[in-house]
C-alpha cells in the first residue's frame, strides 16, 4: 500500500498549457506539503495545507493553485507554464504538532516543459 | 541566512569504511526536529534518522547514527560499513516549532555520497 502517491510520475508538456498534479495520503496525517526540487536538486516547500486549510504560503509565482478537497489529497494545478517551471514536485505529509514528525514524501512528479 | 548548512557537495568513501556527513543547523527555537534523508538515483526522497533537540543520546539507526552536538548546533550523520546501495544523496533537514520557522521542513542543499569498492 502506497502511504503518498502522486499522479503522473512525468508530465512533459509546451510552454503556456495547464496541468495539474494529484496527491493522495492513507497515512491519516493532517497536513501535506508541495516541494520544488531544482535541477541542483535543492529542496524548496512551496506549499503547506493542514485539515484543508492553507498555512504556508511561499513565495511562489500565482500560476501555481493548489487545491485541498480534504486532509488526504492536495492537488497542484499551474496555469501557463513556462520553461523555468520545469523541476521535480514532490507532495509529503506529516502531522503539524509533532516536530518529531518527518515528512513521508511521494516519488515525485518529474515536469518538463517544453 | 541559510538554516541548514551542508558544507560537503561532494564525498566518496570505500566499501565497508565508515563516512561522516556534515550538517550545521541555525535557529533560535528550543524545540526542533533534525532529520536525515537519502535520496537515490531513483529519484524517492527515504527517511533516515531523526534527533530531537531534547534527547540526550544520539541518535542511532542500524548502520546510521546522528553526531549531536547542540551548544555546535551540528548534527552530522555518520553511515558505518559503506556499502555500494548507500551511493546517493544525503540531505540534513530541520522542523523548528510553529513559531519559528513554520512548522515546515527546511532542507539543506545535500552531500552527494559515492561509494567504491
Known amino acids: 500500500d502506497t502511504a503518498v502517491s502522486q499522479t503522473p510520475k512525468y508530465l512533459v508538456t509546451q510552454m503556456g498549457n495547464d496541468k495539474s498534479i494529484k496527491c493522495e495520503q492513507n497515512l491519516g496525517h493532517d497536513t501535506m506539503y508541495w516541494y520544488k526540487q531544482d535541477s541542483k536538486k535543492f529542496l524548496k516547500i512551496m506549499f503547506s495545507y493542514n485539515n484543508k486549510e492553507l498555512i504556508i504560503n511561499e513565495t511562489v509565482p500565482n500560476r501555481f493553485s493548489p487545491k485541498s478537497p480534504d486532509k488526504a489529497h492536495l492537488n497542484l494545478h499551474i496555469n501557463s507554464l513556462e520553461l523555468g517551471d520545469s523541476a521535480v514536485y514532490f507532495c509529503?505529509?506529516?502531522?503539524?504538532?509533532?516536530?518529531?514528525?518527518?515528512?513521508?514524501f511521494g516519488s515525485g512528479t518529474r515536469l518538463t516543459v517544453v | 541566512a541559510q538554516k541548514i548548512t551542508q558544507t560537503q557537495p561532494g564525498m566518496f568513501v570505500q566499501e565497508k569504511e565508515a563516512v561522516t556527513l556534515d550538517c550545521t543547523y541555525d535557529t533560535s527555537d528550543q524545540s526542533y526536529g533534525l532529520f536525515w534523508y537519502k535520496q537515490p538515483s531513483s529519484g524517492e526522497m527515504i527517511f533516515l534518522i531523526y534527533?530531537?533537540?531534547?534527547?540526550?543520546q544520539n541518535a542511532t539507526e542500524g548502520r546510521y547514527s546522528l553526531n549531536f552536538q547542540k551548544a555546535r548546533k551540528s548534527a552530522n550523520l555518520v553511515i558505518s560499513a559503506s556499502q555500494l546501495g548507500d551511493s546517493a544523496m544525503y540531505f540534513c533537514a530541520m522542523r523548528e516549532g510553529l513559531t519559528g520557522g513554520g512548522n515546515k521542513l527546511t532542507f539543506g542543499t545535500g552531500t552527494q555520497l559515492k561509494v567504491e569498492l
Open positions: 534527533q530531537g533537540s531534547y534527547d540526550e
Open positions: 509529503a505529509s506529516s502531522q503539524i504538532v509533532a516536530l518529531n514528525y518527518g515528512y513521508t
